[in-house]
């Protein structure tokens, strides 16, 4: 008997300026009943407001059909309103990334875990989890093996992974590996898609190359290996698609089309 599929989310980034009720209309048009709420300066939930929007904002969806999984929050990790906010909401994790800035890696991981740990108190207060998302880049962690070195010695109920498969594809590494690596860290995955577009022509100095975000079927991470594998560690958990597109106008249409590539990979796995 196959296994049902994963719930699946959708980031709500690229509808920042849709009101709420327009915003879960349009995610129920686009085939999911899932969210990925961002609450940063400009959205429909603003950090200042936390405590008053944010449980407003998660009742209001739900009365129209829509569920909100988790926040990405642009607040202090120490900031206690982040968490009884969510906690007051019934949201049970917040997904963060940690930009390298001029540092070195190792003191760029030193302070992501001074950060995390002071959050710790309040994870298990409000018994709401920080997923640590990889990166590529100037990102701490970039792949499994940060992600690893960064997580092992945390309770994955408080500090736990979100796998980007084509942030780690970007840095070359594979997907196999990965989720042996983090099957036991995991709370979210990540879907996207991209690869490296070179900008410079042949004649240049040096190469040039820029990330180009394309759909699930053209990129660098095999959406197939992924989804197998998944289905080998017998993860249980969601599957969030963050609805990244370099072709901005088109993401309507690209969603659509990368929801129906995942559930047909699934079927066919």
């Not at 407001?49 to 449980?55: A, C, H």
């Not at 990790?77 to 906010?85: G, I, M, N, Q």
């Not at 945390?154 to 980007?164: G, I, Q």
Request: hydrophobic share 45%; glycine share 4%; charged share 25%.
């Amino acid at each position: 008997m196959r296994r049902a599929l994963n719930e699946l989310a959708i980031f709500t980034k690229p509808w920042k300026n849709l009101p709420l009720p327009e915003l879960a209309a349009h995610i129920k048009s686009l085939g999911f009943d899932l969210i990925e709420l961002p609450v940063r300066p400009g959205f429909q939930v603003e950090p200042e407001t936390i405590e008053r929007d944010l449980p407003a904002a998660v009742k209001l969806l739900a009365e129209h059909g829509i569920r909100v999984l988790n926040v990405t929050a642009a607040l202090p990790f120490d900031d206690e309103r982040l968490y009884s906010a969510c906690a007051a909401a019934g949201i049970k994790m917040n997904r963060v990334m940690f930009w390298q800035n001029d540092m070195d890696y190792w003191t760029a991981e030193a302070q992501a875990r001074r950060r995390l740990d002071s959050a710790l108190p309040f994870c298990e207060r409000y018994d709401v989890r920080i997923g640590v998302q990889n990166h590529s880049g100037k990102f701490v962690p970039v792949n499994e093996m940060g992600a690893y070195h960064l997580l092992k010695n945390y309770d994955p109920r408080y500090v736990a992974a979100v796998w980007d498969p084509a942030h780690n594809a970007l840095e070359g590494m594979d997907s196999d590996a990965a989720l042996d690596i983090l099957a036991p860290y995991l709370c979210v995955v990540n879907l996207k898609n991209a690869y490296w577009r070179r900008v410079t022509g042949p004649e240049a100095a040096a190469a040039e190359w820029k990330i180009y975000w394309t759909s699930g079927a053209q990129g660098r991470a095999s959406w197939s290996r992924v989804i197998a594998k998944l289905k080998a560690i017998d993860y249980q958990g969601p599957i969030c698609f963050s609805a990244e597109y370099s072709d901005e106008e088109r993401v309507d249409e690209l969603i659509v089309r990368d929801l129906a590539f995942a559930r047909r990979l699934w079927a066919e796995q």
